[in-house]
DNA sequence: GAAAATATGGAGATAGTCTCCACTTGTCAA
DNA sequence: TTGACAAGTGGAGACTATCTCCATATTTTC
């Protein structure tokens, strides 16, 4: 998964440039930009940007790894710390919460979540994988029913993340949130 | 809505001739064609294309606008005949067995949810308003919550929408709607 | 059947994406 | 240090898809 190659110097400071300068454009909403401006704006050259994240995607999950990262952090810490129902509820509105605050976050996780590629989607794989995990506690300790997958929650996720421009996007998320974690109360 | 303008008869030849082609091909599942080669295909000149559909979005909401109505049409059927939570239930139910079987109409619905583009949209505001009537009747009846409302279930469609080239599309677009079922009834 | 209104089509302007390669910079062994 | 090789750079320009424009054609109207 971390990279296996020693990238030479001035090829990290470029990355990071153009990291930097994405995650500052990202969050002010400029996600639309010409490719190739970025490059400009980061101070390197179209074919370098190019090099080192072929598409836009690659970028954008390069500039929210970290957030990503973070978010599932969080998710292990509360399944330590709580019980398996409570962890799962207390990530599930978090995860809202945060995405109310980030609109690229949301943005970037709608669009890699729609695009499955493979490799690129590392991230939002890491995601499901933590959503699984919550769910499987949960399951375990008999306070959610067994008979409903983390597809289905995550599907569930996709669809509050593609929202993230919507006017009622609070409102609307919260309730999603109610119905799957009161849909997946053991009855 | 309906047009207000009686269109000349080579017009409305040619916007038909669009129509069907364009079904044909996305029944294919060739979405992505390039957007002069549907005119090409079709028989017509690009600008006529442009004329009649200015983007991609437009043609597929063509496209799918009888479909569409026939679904918000099956809704207000079950509405006479059923009791309201099982018209809700037999809605959502029928909603995700329909798109199983058309790629097209899912892979529209979702774009369209996204780009909520005022007048384009004509189409998935239609089906917010069939799910927010078949909400209201079952509030209505005291046989689901009331605290929720229809723009949190559009969400939970959008994921559904937005998931359907996914390989355990199916069985996770039922978890969905069992979650939200389970999720409004009255506790 | 001729004028007016409406629609056509496709060449070409426009604009974003991405490749290619002559050149620069970094690394490392001696 | 330094020389040689590997790794990386940048940006001109090829390529591709979108969309506009208008001289020409078709339909409608009177």
Redesign the pocket.
């Known amino acids: 998964m971390t990279d296996a190659?020693?990238?030479?110097?001035?090829?990290r400071?470029?990355?990071d440039a153009l990291i930097a300068k994405a995650r500052e454009l990202f969050a002010d909403g400029r996600f639309d930009l010409?490719?190739?401006d970025f490059a400009k704006l980061a101070?390197?050259?179209?074919?370098?940007l190019?090099?080192?994240f072929?598409?836009?995607e690659a970028l954008a999950e390069a500039v929210y790894r970290e957030e990503l990262t973070a978010m599932c952090d969080r998710a292990h810490e509360l399944q330590a710390t709580l019980p398996a129902d409570q962890a799962l509820e207390s990530f599930l509105r978090g995860f809202v919460d945060h995405l109310h605050r980030h609109e690229g976050l949301a943005r970037t996780l709608a669009t890699l979540m729609a695009t499955q590629s493979g490799a690129l989607a590392e991230g939002t794989q890491a995601l499901g994988q933590v959503v699984a995990d919550l769910l499987a506690a949960a399951v375990k300790a008999g306070t959610i029913r067994d008979d409903v997958g983390a597809g289905a929650v995550m599907m569930t996720l996709h669809g509050i993340c593609a929202a993230y421009d919507q006017p009622t996007y609070r409102t609307d998320a919260d309730g999603v949130i109610a119905l799957v974690l009161a849909g997946l109360r053991r009855t």
């Open positions: 190659k020693p990238l030479r110097a001035d090829a400071r470029n990355r010409r490719f190739d101070g390197v050259g179209t074919g370098t190019y090099r080192h072929p598409t836009r």
